[in-house]
């Protein structure tokens, strides 16, 4: 699923639109999976950025694994995450989506602190 929702911005949608980030946040909780998270990432990839009411939504959830691994020392996961901002932070809209809620910028300082 993770590289079909890279193929397109148009799939991208319509796999989160069908509620599949819902089951991939309950999978990743379930075993920890390095593949759930790159596919979890890969719903924020892509031009124009998926919805600020996804963004809203699971960036928090993002942030969060995004420390656990840190913490954990997986680099590689860790850096898939913070990929995820970078390509986020492209967008005017997104950026100023991000300066807008305080909340999430708090998580990111958080971890990245």
Known sequence: M??????????????INAGFPEVLVNYIEQYTSKNGIWAFCNLFRGHPAPSLEFCDKYFPFLMKKFASFQNQ??????EDCLWVLVELTEEDAMTTYLMQHESHLLCLLDVIG
């Open 2 to 15: 993770g590289n079909i929702i890279s193929e397109s911005t148009a799939a991208r949608d319509e796999i």
């Open 73 to 78: 020392q997986n680099l590689e996961i860790s």
